[in-house]
């Protein structure tokens, strides 16, 4: 391999970055500008406000030798059609759900422990 064989290598991977920084741009000049404002505030608030004082939270609890997570992802049932590349759900397992009550009872302890954000996950039913 001639040194004429990396430069294209080289190109690509600038071209790359350059696309996907200008992707990024777009994507953060319409979340800026073609949202709804109040949407956007409600995130700000929700994902970053929020957010940043539950992992506030987090860190002093972990100083205490504590800990609970910042952020919660509940799996609603561990069985799913699809066999995505990288999922987690142990789809050959006995299927489990969870019940309602455990779920909210869950959320209002991590609410307790100053939790506002909580992710919903598969698999499917
Ligand atoms: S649970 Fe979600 S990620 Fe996993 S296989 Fe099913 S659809 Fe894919």
Redesign the pocket.
Known sequence: MGQGDRKPKRCFKFEHSTISSQMYLRLASRFLFETDKRLLAKAVWTLGVKGLLSVHKHKRRLKRGEFFPPFLYMSVINS?????Q????D?SAKQHKIELDAANETIRQAKAMGNSFFGI????T
């Not at 799913?80 to 995505?84: G, Q, T, V």
């Not at 990288?86 to 759900?89: K, L």
């Not at 996950?121 to 499917?124: A, I, R």
């Open positions: 799913c059609n699809l066999r995505c990288g999922c987690w759900v789809v996950l598969g698999g499917e």
